[in-house]
């Protein structure tokens, strides 16, 4: 992993190493396989904090924090958020 510390860990970079020490999941034996798969679906939200909707943006904006990678949609709440604290609603 990158030496910087990173705020979001769906932003890390692999280093050469570290792909090259990596396996397929294939490769594993077929209980972890099925434990590794498992672990894939998400449970309900206990407590959650955001909420599912639809909003329509301009394509300049989606391309932008697209441009950024994971966690796009993440960034965007945080730019909202942050728009929110400097100004207030009509």
Same mark, same amino acid.
Do not use: C, Y
């Given at each position: 992993?990158?030496?910087?510390?990173?705020?979001?860990?769906?932003?890390?970079?692999?280093?050469?190493?570290?792909?090259? $020490?990596?396996? &397929? !999941?294939?490769?594993?034996?077929?209980?972890?396989?099925?434990? /590794?798969? +498992?672990? %894939?679906?998400? #449970?309900?939200?206990? $407590?959650p904090? &955001? !909420?599912?909707?639809?909003?329509?943006?301009s394509?300049?904006? /989606?391309? +932008?924090? %697209?441009?950024? #990678?994971?966690?796009?949609?993440?960034?965007?709440?945080?730019?909202?958020?942050?728009?929110?604290?400097?100004?207030t609603?009509?």
């Open positions: 992993m990158n030496k910087k510390i990173k705020k979001d860990m769906e932003d890390f970079e692999w280093t050469a190493a570290e792909l090259k $020490a990596s396996k &397929k !999941i294939n490769s594993l034996p077929k209980s972890l396989q099925q434990k /590794i798969a +498992s672990r %894939k679906t998400r #449970g309900s939200q206990v $407590a904090t &955001k !909420i599912s909707t639809t909003i329509r943006l394509s300049e904006v /989606i391309q +932008s924090f %697209k441009a950024t #990678g994971a966690g796009w949609q993440s960034k965007i709440d945080f730019a909202l958020k942050q728009w929110l604290e400097e100004h609603l009509v």
